[in-house]
Nanobody, 116 residues
Framework: QVRLVESGGGLLQPGGSLRLSCEAS????????MDWYRQAPGKQREQVAT???????NYADSVKGRFTISRDNAKNTVYLQMNSLKPEDTSVYYC??????????WGQGTQVTVSS
C-alpha cells in the first residue's frame, strides 16, 4: 500500500519560515520524481516545486528564491523549506510522487496559514 504522509504545517506570521516533510512508503522512493503542490480555497491546485530522481529542482516563479525542495532517499522523505512566507502562501500543501508508466500518488495535505 502506497502512503505519502505530509507533516510540518501550521500557523505563522508573515516573514516566518516553515519546513514541510513528506514521508513515503510502499514505493521505491529513489526512482520517483517528487513534487509539492498547493491549493488555496477557490483556486486551482498549483505546482510549487519539483525534485527529480536525479536531484534536479524546479520552482514556480511565485516561490523562487524563497522555497527549497530537497530529498533524503535513505529516509524516503522529501522536504520543502519555506522562508519569507507571505499571506498568499496560505494553502493546503500536497506531496506528489510520479514516475513514467502513469504511476502517481498523492498525500492527504497539510495546512499552512500565514497571517498576522
Amino acid at each position: 500500500q502506497v502512503r505519502l504522509v505530509e507533516s510540518g504545517g501550521g500557523l505563522l506570521q508573515p516573514g516566518g519560515s516553515l519546513r514541510l516533510s513528506c514521508e513515503a512508503s510502499g514505493i521505491l522512493f529513489r526512482i520517483y520524481q517528487m513534487d509539492w503542490y498547493r491549493q488555496a480555497p477557490g483556486k486551482q491546485r498549483e505546482q510549487v516545486a519539483t525534485i527529480t530522481s536525479g536531484g534536479s529542482t524546479n520552482y514556480a516563479d511565485s516561490v523562487k528564491g524563497r522555497f527549497t525542495i530537497s530529498r533524503d532517499n535513505a529516509k524516503n522523505t522529501v522536504y520543502l523549506q519555506m522562508n519569507s512566507l507571505k499571506p498568499e502562501d496560505t494553502s493546503v500543501y500536497y506531496c506528489h510522487a510520479v514516475r513514467p508508466g502513469n504511476y502517481n500518488y498523492w498525500g492527504q495535505g497539510t495546512q499552512v496559514t500565514v497571517s498576522s
